[in-house]
């Protein structure tokens, strides 16, 4: 799972992405690492994450699969679950993830993971320099660090950086370029306001790692056509 | 996976969803699937949310609207009929499925996703050790896919210039000779949405390693994301970022292990213990 490291936009914008997230080592310490990944994404209830997950059950935001046209026009889309619920129903440890989209947060929730020594793997994927810093201000000297290194080959595949900014927030692909390009225009057209279709492509990136802040703000620049 | 004739309206609206663009609305108005191009990741299967409609009734709607040029159109995200039905997948292509849906755990690692741990885990792991680089190669990422047959072109040239492939990976698991990086036959002909061949190389060898991908990524027909990774020392600093800086990298966004995991596992304290 590489899901976090090759995201795409201008570091500005990156400044405010921060994904930290929990994995047991196959065979080392993954015993007993259910309870410990809900116990970490837990302690990330506090500093409201705007986003969390983990591939085994899916993210906060969810499809519907049982809607119908009365729940459609008289009650309204219920398209985000609650922090309580996605943790209960956890099947795995998985890979469990929670986003922020301001530093001081991740410093506050590293510094209360820190001290609840779970002994899972803890990663943080953002910029390189805001990551050294946090470790400098909790006290912690990182293991590792694994850079990306962009996109090769044959890149005039790719689409446009706005639709890429978007498409690259899930890791594996499941914001499919078309679609963040369709949410482009109809943010563009007026048909869709941001925020509802920050929420309807989040509800595709099943790990919970799309940050719906950045989302919603690539999408307002591109509503002011910026 | 597929969409049902007889429940399908032709909303369009799983067009744009599928991740590598294989659905389309064929001669008779309603959603179809390219087989070949399907990397069975079931994106829209599982993320589209389902309204119960009737389907007859809905498409007699559709059409009278039609005719007043008016436009039945369901929320983006929304199939009105469930008209998308997931097939059992027998070998090889549920190969598809393995490499593309993230919510499917890799036999072979166990690990879902693409079914890498790389360093995310090397705290307990060890994986890579001090004077040694990881280097994930992604073919098909972001959002292109890539057929075997394209991927053994590089693994075979990777194994030539004397790569050494991390063991628990799932394309390792399917070569049939790490000599030669030749991939098992069977699954040259499928297409997945990416998958991700690891090496581990030294610090020192790296740059080398770099220049062969670059060859690689000149030939390919794909898209490829490459990641680097390595330890930090005891005051956390590591030698990449001036290597990669050098070779005209960037180094800005980066994932960090922060080493708090310790291995915890009963056998491995028992074994301590002993």
Partial sequence: ?226 | MKISKEKCVGCANCVPVCTVGAIYIGEDGLAEINADTCVECHNCYRSLSFEHLLPGITRTIRKILKKINLRFQPDPDVCPTEAIVPEDLEWPRIVRRAFSDPMVTHESTGVHGRGTEEVKTNDVSHRIKKGEAGVVVEFGRPGIGVYFREVQKATRVMAAAGARFEQGNPVTQMMISQATGDIREDVLDERVLSCIVEITTTIKDLTHTLNVLKEICKAAETVVSIGVSTICDEDGKEPLRDILTKEGYETGWAKVNLGLGRASNASITNRESI
Avoid at chain 1, 10 to 21: A, G, M, N, Q, R
Avoid at chain 1, 126 to 142: F, Y
Avoid at chain 1, 166 to 190: D, L, Q, R, W, Y
Avoid at chain 1, 211 to 220: F, H, S
């Fill in chain 1, 1 to 226: 799972m590489t899901n976090t490291l090759h995201r795409f936009g201008k570091p500005e914008t990156l400044s405010e992405d921060y994904i930290v997230f929990a994995m047991a080592g196959k065979g080392f310490n993954d015993e007993g690492a259910l309870e410990k990944a809900q116990s970490f994404l837990r302690a990330a209830i506090k500093y409201n994450p705007i986003n969390m997950g983990n591939a085994l059950v899916n993210s906060l935001y969810r499809p519907e699969k049982n809607l119908s046209f009365l729940k459609l026009y008289f009650v309204g889309r219920q398209d985000k679950t609650t922090y309580e619920k996605l943790i209960d129903e956890m099947p795995g440890p998985g890979s469990a993830a929670a986003v922020f989209d301001n530093r001081n947060d991740v410093i506050s929730f590293i510094q209360d993971v820190k001290k609840l020594d779970l002994g899972l793997s803890i990663n943080v994927s953002a910029l390189a320099d805001n990551v050294r810093d946090i470790c400098g201000e909790v006290d912690i000297t990182p293991h590792a660090i694994e850079y990306t290194l962009g996109f090769h080959g044959d890149t005039t595949r790719l689409p446009d950086r706005e639709t890429l900014s978007i498409s690259t927030m899930c890791g594996h692909g499941m914001v499919s370029p078309n679609f963040a390009k369709k949410m482009v225009t109809h943010v563009k057209e007026g048909r869709i306001d941001p925020e509802d279709a920050t929420r309807t492509m989040a509800k595709f990136c099943v790990c919970g790692v799309f940050n719906t802040t950045r989302a919603m703000g690539i999408l307002k620049n591109a509503k002011k056509g910026l």
